[in-house]
């Protein structure tokens, strides 16, 4: 089974960027849909976007939609998404998670799941 790895979170100043990677462990990652999940203190994990198997398809909720990026290198076993213009709001631990059955914006949809990044937002 997959094992997904995510970094490069950190503490951004308001409008600011990172790129966060999401690599794979144990097997390729190509025959998985990938998404990314965020979970802020003392809410609900929520979706923040997805990519298919191939990176043809991909989604973003509305709130990240013109700020952030979801891509692969089925090449280099990862996967990124690529956060600018960062706000406060965005402050949470950040998911990768993977399934062979397709993307889904919810948790449950997803069976490999990452750690978590932390990426804080400061005013």
């Known amino acids: 089974q997959v094992q997904p790895v995510e970094s490069g979170g950190g503490l951004v100043q308001a409008g600011g960027s990172l790129r966060l990677s999401c690599a794979a462990s144990?097997?390729?990652?190509?025959?998985?849909?990938v998404g990314w999940f965020r979970q802020a203190p003392g809410k609900e994990r929520e979706f923040v976007a997805a990519?298919?198997?191939?990176?043809?398809?991909?989604y973003s909720v509305d709130s990240v939609k013109g700020r952030f990026t979801i891509s692969r290198d089925n090449a280099k076993n990862t996967v990124y998404l690529q956060m600018n213009s960062l706000q406060p709001e965005d402050t949470a631990v950040y998911y990768c998670?993977?399934?062979?059955?397709?993307?889904?914006?919810?948790?449950?949809?997803?069976?490999?799941w990452g750690q978590g990044t932390q990426v804080t937002v400061s005013s």
């Open positions: 990519i298919s198997t191939s990176g043809h398809t991909s």
């Open positions: 144990g097997r390729t990652f190509n025959n998985y849909a």
């Open positions: 998670a993977a399934d062979q059955a397709g993307w889904g914006t919810r948790p449950s949809e997803y069976d490999y």
